[in-house]
């Protein structure tokens, strides 16, 4: 039975991507190179994120990066939305007394202003943010609060999230609500994946939270 899952934030549980897309192009902007348009940013974009400019943008310090970075989200991010079905999806782990967990990349300025808005952190016992390399960071979550993996969900919309899982050895999900598309996320072998977070309750709700049962079935 699931007893824990752990969330990503952007494109799990609210859509920032047109602001993200537009503060990674002011960054490469800046930086004098190339920006991209919607279509291809969603191929491109990976995460780590440090990998990624070390990729776009060489040679500028993750610190320059950041700074032009931040400087530009904080003009769009009120454009950040709630995805359908995230709050009642929150609120059905709080039913079912599912521990849950955040583990985000997002900066903490960003996640305060985003969820003072939405609230969501009500619903987060444990969140973790600011984490640049969630595949380290993981296995010392599971240590630290106990989790049995087998009992444990991720989810997210990145191939990152789906290869996070795997280190955990916990069990992974893929949504179609983020930055990833089908094909990506498809080749990093999730346990499943769902168009939005409603599939995933429906199937949890059929099978009481059985996840391996809703497979053999
Ligand atoms: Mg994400």
Partial sequence: MIRNIIFDWSGTLVNDLPAVWNATNYVFEQAGVNTMDLE???KEFFLPFEDFYDIHT??????QLDKWYHEHFQKVIHSVEELPYARDFLKFCRNQEILTFLL???HPEHFRIQ?????FHEYLDHPYVRILNKKEKILELIDHHELNPRETLFIGDMVHDIET???GKVHSCAVLTGYNQRAQLQEAEPDLIVE???ELQKILQKYELDLIQSWTK
Wanted: no cysteine.
């Fill in 40 to 42: 291809q940013f969603r």
């Fill in 104 to 106: 985000s990349t997002i």
């Fill in 165 to 167: 899982a795997r280190q």
């Fill in 58 to 63: 060489p040679g500028v310090s993750i610190e």
């Fill in 196 to 198: 939005h977070l409603w």
């Fill in 115 to 119: 969820s003072e808005a939405n609230r």
